[in-house]
């Protein structure tokens, strides 16, 4: 089945260290993207992506970095530059710009 | 102000009731309009486009006024299944969306 894959689910780390997410999709899609959604807050635009190798930082890119090596993958790394980092991490890729965007299952990551 | 506003509810309806509801947005030169469907602590899931013209889908109707610059969303003959957050979604530049912060409904057997 084609979709979106995130992991981990469930992530906690110790205040000052970097953390990984990943993120891979299966759709041929060429566009991804970072959100983190906060309670209360729509999603927020972290970085994305819309072809591979190319990357450009959306709304609250300060404290976050990608990589765009491959099409199918799109991992973002939370540094300990990010002043509040704990939330509800969402990916998501497309197929156009016209079209909407299909989300991953998502990470929460609480910073201890 | 926000680039995309909802009220919040929550909208607490029966079954078998309508409920609607709408979302304004700040940039006229929006191009794109979606609603999402969000449950608890779960990834948002696109419920349906929404075209200049309206659009229906099943129980479903999107409406857009571009003059008054606001979407709206009604549901008829709710279902106990359609209890979530619906978020309101905008394209206004390349591939970028903004999004409401949502709003909840819950539905009431």
């Known amino acids: 089945d084609g979709g979106i894959t995130q992991s981990p689910k469930y992530l906690f780390r110790k205040e000052g260290q970097n953390v990984t997410l990943s993120c891979e999709q299966n759709?041929?899609?060429?566009?991804m993207y970072w959100y983190r959604q906060d309670p209360g807050q729509g999603l927020r635009l972290i970085y994305y992506s819309q072809i591979v190798n190319d990357f450009q930082k959306g709304d609250i890119a300060e404290g976050y970095s990608v990589s765009r090596e491959k099409k199918e993958s799109f991992p973002l790394t939370v540094t300990s530059a990010q002043k509040n980092p704990t939330a509800f991490y969402l990916c998501?890729?497309?197929?156009?710009?016209?079209?909407?965007?299909?989300f991953g299952p998502g990470t929460r990551l609480t910073v201890l | 102000r926000k680039e995309v506003e909802q009220d919040p509810g929550p909208f607490n309806v029966p079954e078998g009731a309508t409920v609607a509801f709408n979302c304004t947005y700040s940039n006229s030169a929006s191009q794109s309009f979606f609603w999402y469907r969000q449950d608890c602590r779960k990834e948002p899931k696109l419920l349906m486009s929404?075209?200049?013209s309206g659009n229906e889908d099943g129980r479903f109707t999107a409406q857009l006024n571009r003059a008054s610059q606001y979407i709206s969303l009604l549901i008829r003959d709710s279902k106990l299944s359609d209890s979530a957050t619906y978020l309101c979604v905008v394209r206004y530049n390349d591939y970028k969306l903004s999004f409401g912060a949502g709003t909840t409904v819950t539905v009431r057997a």
């Open positions: 929404v075209y200049s």
């Open positions: 998501a890729s497309s197929i156009d710009k016209g079209r909407g965007q299909f």
């Open positions: 759709l041929n899609h060429d566009a």
